[in-house]
């Protein structure tokens, strides 16, 4: 049933996705035309591209497509799968470095302020990652730039790709994932401060710190487990974050991701495009919800 009502949600994303590019000036046919195309011209890659078919027609043809992985041809005539094939993988292994950092990062600093409650610590890390949240990526990956690349010179500030289309070299892959870790660290060292604090005042937990078991063992045996679903649920959501994120820092450093793609496709009013990376996104976000449901059941079954 959960899994019925979001593919519903992202069917209905998909429908506003057609919607809202109609509703843009200019359609793919006049965005994507050459200089001295003439008006006959223009009609006739209008009816190339179906443009001269109801919205509703050529978004029940794409989204019949889907199931089968067609995700339809571009303005421009490439399949948008082939256009994706490389972009999202680069895409999903910046956001995936990104959510791992994010994750160690998180729990680092969360446990090591909640073994310290109400202390200097405690209240510098709090007023750390509250800071760091309000930083937007794009001010976070300038302030990286200047300092690491332009006055330092130890991080290249754009990536190159190779044939294949992957960043030449791991370096590259630094900033931009930094960039995306911090705003994202900083909000879920939040969570796992609070999830931790609340699950202290559970009665077992009371119980152990009475039975006079040191406090790191109370922490990881006691009060993390129950913590953990609060925890997978503040990762997950930090995937689609992730992911909107992205697309502006791949801009600012030239990283070949789905970034480029969708700037390029929003450029060209190009329905089937952005509608692909949205499909894919979605998937995506869907997975990683769907794991921390499940980490969530198996600690509630554990727990009765």
């Not at 050459?34 to 006739?44: F, H, N, P």
């Not at 660290?185 to 604090?197: P, Q, S």
């Amino acid at each position: 049933m959960v899994l019925l009502k979001r593919a519903a949600l992202l069917a209905l994303l998909l429908a506003l996705v057609f919607g809202t590019v109609e509703l843009l000036p200019g359609d793919a046919a006049t965005a994507t035309s050459e200089r001295g195309e003439s008006a006959a011209d223009l009609a006739a890659r209008r009816a190339l591209l179906g443009l001269d078919r109801p919205l509703l027609e050529r978004f029940r043809d794409w989204m019949t497509g889907l199931p089968t992985g067609d995700l339809g041809t571009s303005a421009r005539g490439e399949k948008v799968t082939d256009l994706l094939s490389t972009a999202f993988p680069n895409t999903l292994l910046l956001g995936g470095i990104a959510l791992l950092l994010t994750a160690l990062v998180s729990l680092t600093l969360g446990c090591w302020a909640a073994l310290r409650p109400g202390g200097r610590l405690d209240r510098a890390v709090s007023a750390t990652a509250t800071a760091v949240l309000a930083l937007p990526e794009f001010v976070v990956a300038v302030a990286l730039v200047l300092v690491l690349s332009l006055w330092t010179g130890w991080l290249p500030a754009v990536t190159l790709a190779d044939a294949d289309g992957t960043p030449a070299s791991w370096d590259m892959l630094v900033l931009p994932a930094l960039a995306l870790t911090l705003p994202q660290a900083g909000w879920n060292i939040r969570i796992v401060r609070a999830a931790l604090a609340d699950e202290a005042r559970a009665p077992h937990v009371e119980t152990a710190v009475l039975d006079g078991l040191p406090p790191h063992r109370v922490l990881t045996h006691h009060v993390l487990p129950g913590a953990l679903p609060a925890i997978a649920a503040g990762l997950a959501t930090s995937t689609g974050m992730l992911l909107g994120g992205a697309v502006v820092v791949e801009t600012i450093f030239n990283y070949p991701g789905i970034g480029s793609v969708l700037a390029s496709a929003v450029s060209d009013r190009d329905s089937p495009v952005i509608a692909g990376v949205t499909a894919l996104s979605g998937a995506v976000i869907t997975g990683v919800l769907l794991l921390a449901d499940l980490v969530r059941d198996l600690v509630t079954g554990v727990r009765r």
